[in-house]
């Protein structure tokens, strides 16, 4: 079989299981095991395959990724201060849902080594709130009585 024959016929795979609506990553992936296959045989594929799935995972490179999309996550949901050196970056910051400070950028340094700022946490905002400051009404202060004018 000759090479642009199957270059073909992989690209045909890969096409009718895009049209079956398989993934398109998993559509590659088949098509391109089926023509590794159909050129060395079944033992050479599942060697290389094996060795290929324990080295991506064994890479420390790609592994901190996710780690850091984690640590991210974490410090979202649990109210991290995030300095902002904009306005636009602090109306930004508050729809994703974190709680902004506002600090032009330069100052963000002295701040933080002076211990006059600190990367704190603060209590987490719930987006069904109305407002970052309103509070239940239990806790609100009475309003002081006063006489109705005459």
Partial sequence: MSAI???LIIFGIMLVLMAVRVPISIAMFAAGAIGYVMQTGWGPCSSFLNAQAFARFA????????LLILMGQFATQGGLKLR??????TKLLGVLGATPVGMPLRQI???LSKG???PGKSRPRSRLTSSPNSTPSSTRPAAASTPPPL
């Fill in 5 to 7: 024959t199957l270059a």
């Fill in 84 to 89: 902002a050196p904009t306005r636009q970056v």
């Fill in 109 to 111: 340094p002295d701040a």
């Fill in 116 to 118: 006059t700022s600190s």
């Fill in 59 to 66: 890479s420390y490179d790609l592994s901190v990724i996710p």
